[in-house]
C-alpha cells in the first residue's frame, strides 16, 4: 500500500481545507469521483498529465484508511 501522507495534503487556505494531491487544486475527491463515474487510471492521467499513479494510489490508499477509521453506526 502506497504511503500517502508525502502525497496528500491539507491545507487550511487550499480547496477549503480538503485534502489535496501534493498542494495542487485537485482534490481526493476529484480523483475518486473520477474512479467512481467509470475512468479507468490512464484516461485520468491522461486528462492530467501532472497526475500520477502513485498519486491516484495515495487517494484511494487515504480513503481507505478513512473509511477504516470512521466510527460504525449501531443498526
Do not use: N, W
Amino acid at each position: 500500500m502506497v504511503d500517502y501522507r508525502s502525497i496528500i495534503t491539507i491545507e487550511p487556505g487550499k480547496c477549503g481545507g480538503k485534502p489535496c494531491v501534493r498542494g495542487m487544486r485537485i482534490t481526493v475527491y476529484d480523483v475518486l469521483d473520477y474512479l467512481a463515474s467509470g475512468m479507468s487510471t490512464d484516461e485520468i492521467l491522461a486528462d492530467f498529465p501532472y497526475l500520477t499513479r502513485e498519486d491516484i494510489q495515495a487517494c484511494l490508499a487515504f480513503a481507505a484508511d478513512r473509511e477504516k477509521h470512521m466510527l460504525s453506526i449501531p443498526v
